[in-house]
C-alpha cells in the first residue's frame, strides 16, 4: 500500500508540475496560456527571468519525478516552490487553494517516504570526510 501512496504522490506532483511548467512558457512567449493563470501570481514574477527560472525548474522536476529518477533532488527543489504556491494561495488567491494543500500532502508524503535521503542535512556536527 505505501509504494502505491508513494507512486500516485510521485505522479500526481511529477503531471501537476510538468504542466504547470509548460504552461508558463505560453506565458513567458507572450502567447494565451492552456491553463488559467493566476493574476496575483504572476504579478510576483515582474521580470521575466524568475519565471523563466521556476518554469524551468518545475519541467525538469516534473520530469524527473516522471521517470521516477533524481526523486530526493526533485523533492529538495520543489519543496520551496511548493511552500510559496501554498502561502500564495492561502492569502493572496484563493482559488486553487485545495490543490495548494493536495500538493503540501503528496509533498509531505514523499519526504516522510525519502526521510532517509535527508537525514544527512540535519546532523549537529558534519564531518567533511
Not at 514574477?45 to 521516477?68: A, P, R, T
Amino acid at each position: 500500500m505505501t509504494k502505491v501512496l508513494i507512486h500516485i504522490s510521485r505522479l500526481f506532483l511529477g503531471v501537476v508540475f510538468l504542466v504547470a511548467g509548460i504552461n508558463g512558457y505560453f506565458v513567458i512567449f507572450d502567447m494565451e496560456p492552456f491553463i488559467a493563470t493566476s493574476p496575483e501570481a504572476m504579478a510576483l514574477f515582474e521580470f521575466k527571468y524568475l519565471l523563466i527560472v521556476e518554469k524551468s525548474l518545475e519541467v525538469i522536476c516534473g520530469i524527473l519525478l516522471l521517470l521516477n529518477r533524481f526523486i530526493p533532488m526533485a523533492i529538495a527543489i520543489l519543496a520551496p516552490i511548493i511552500f510559496n504556491i501554498l502561502l500564495l494561495h492561502l492569502f493572496l488567491d484563493h482559488s486553487l487553494l485545495l490543490l495548494a494543500v493536495l500538493l503540501v500532502i503528496a509533498l509531505g508524503y514523499l519526504l516522510f517516504s525519502y526521510r532517509k535521503n535527508f537525514l544527512g542535512v540535519l546532523e549537529r556536527k558534519s564531518d567533511p570526510s
